[in-house]
């Protein structure tokens, strides 16, 4: 199996940075948090961490030209990517959260907050370790069988209906995209970081594919 | 490190968890830690938010902080340091406006209300605030029903009578709590063994529970308290011990 032990974590001023870190080391990774743009270019592996508002986030992503770093590192270099969270959906077009935002365009989905009669009844955010229905022969979820607790923390989501790759879905009123997998392109909307041996089995498998 | 066996006594410090309870393997089977700064004289964040760094450093489940935060930039600096959420007391009634500030800045999600309740020798329930110095002499759900809803996550209902006595949690908090409100609740204060764990997840007004009970924490205590749970039919997220994941490092 490779290794990858050299993760660049992108940082744009929001995000549990600490959390993921620690959760790299503990793997035996080299995580290295950047903010810089040249950082990224050279990366071999990227994680984009994220808790927070979208635009803000993307404001500040496209502010310190990290977005064009992360485009051409990903579709040009074919580096491998895990956005987690809000990083997770920042890889996708767009966001309506707090306006309508156009996110990396990595992922060709759309994010929206969960409808109230979707919830049925349920409180926003969704907080908590949840059931994650997961992929047959997934990169990302290797060793783990059926379903598994990982822990969210989220109110919108990605809009999953037409899209390439492996998908694990969450139920929460409704199914929603728990994670998804195309190619060299990696998003979580739980926290792996947060989420006790499943997450750590999961950022392993990332690191190993 | 603080102890509450009994009575809240010092223990140690971190270093001292690590080495004699082994918290790094503890810390895989709990669903939550929350970390508190008791200290009665002046706090000092920096110092504060080391220890966490250095929980946080093996511990892979969410994290409440607090204790003493009254700045938005405390707040960040705990965020930074391993924390998902911030644990408010005393602001929750003397600096609502902080409550709101720090919701807007950071998520509903990431504040915890901790409100800690005494019975006093007339049976009436009342709210301390201020490590527990401070008597407020409004009704307690009066008091819970002025709180900032929408900047709050959820509740952490401590009984001062009942904590670090290991004699079981006081059910009877949950009775105080007006009906309308509906927060996530955990509740705290008293568990000295896995039984008590299960009365208080098996009430409905109940989310999660919380233990600083040391019994809890010897040897595999934490482990058996999760698997007895279980056998009472209550629902609690499951992951595999650290050893069947193999050769952890790459």
């Known amino acids: ?209 | 490190m603080l102890s509450r066996n009994f009575r809240l006594q010092k223990v140690g410090t971190i270093d001292w968890l690590h080495k004699n309870y082994n918290f790094s393997h503890i810390a895989f089977y709990i669903d939550e830690l929350i970390v508190l700064d008791v200290s009665r004289s002046e706090r000092n964040i920096e110092r504060f938010t080391n220890v966490l760094k250095t929980l946080a450093k093996g511990c892979f489940a969410p994290i409440a902080a607090g204790g003493g935060i009254r700045k938005l930039s405390d707040a960040r600096q705990l965020l930074r340091s391993g924390a998902d959420k911030v644990v408010l007391n005393s602001a929750l009634f003397d600096d609502p406006k902080f409550v709101t500030e720090l919701a807007q800045e950071f998520g509903q999600q990431c504040v915890v209300g901790s409100i800690d309740i005494k019975r006093g020798d007339d049976e009436n329930y009342h709210i301390f605030t201020h490590n527990g110095m401070n008597l407020m002499h409004e009704q307690v759900g009066d008091l819970l029903g002025q709180l900032p809803e929408k900047s709050i996550g959820e509740l952490y209902l401590n009984s001062i009578n009942q904590d670090g006595t290991g004699q079981g949690y006081d059910l009877k908090l949950l009775d105080l709590i007006p009906q309308k409100l509906n927060f996530p609740t955990i509740l705290a204060g008293g568990a000295g063994h896995s039984g008590h764990l299960v009365n208080g997840l098996l009430d409905e007004r109940v989310d999660a529970v919380a233990t600083a009970h040391l019994f809890n924490f010897v040897g595999d205590g934490l482990k058996k308290a999760r698997d007895s749970v279980r056998l009472q039919d209550v629902d609690l997220a499951k992951w595999p011990p650290l050893s069947e994941l193999g050769q952890i490092s790459l």
Request: hydrophobic share 40%; charged share 20%.
């Open chain 1, 1 to 209: 199996m490779s290794m990858n032990k050299n993760v660049t974590i992108v940082d744009y001023g929001s995000g549990n940075l600490w959390s993921v870190l620690s959760a790299l080391e503990f793997l035996g990774a080299r995580p290295v948090i950047s903010s810089k743009p040249a950082d990224v270019l050279k990366a071999e592996t990227i994680l984009l961490p994220g808790v927070g508002c979208f635009r803000l986030a993307m404001e500040s992503l496209i502010q310190k030209n990290l977005d064009d770093a992360i485009k051409e590192v990903v579709m040009i270099k074919q580096r491998k990517i895990l956005g987690i969270c809000l990083g997770f959906q920042m890889l996708a077009d767009s966001s309506s959260e707090d306006g309508m935002t156009a996110g990396l365009g990595l992922i060709p989905a759309p994010v929206e907050v969960f409808g109230a009669q979707e919830l049925k009844g349920r409180k926003l955010p969704h907080i908590g370790f949840n059931q994650v229905k997961l992929p047959n022969s997934s990169a990302l979820f290797d060793g783990f069988t059926g379903a598994e607790d990982f822990y969210f923390v989220h109110s919108y989501r990605l809009l999953s209906q037409t899209l390439p790759g492996k998908r694990a879905t969450c139920n929460y009123g409704v199914d929603f995209l728990a994670a998804y997998e195309n190619k060299n392109v990696y998003g979580v909307q739980f926290h792996p970081e947060k989420s006790q041996t499943n997450g750590l089995r999961l950022l392993k498998n990332f690191l190993s594919v």
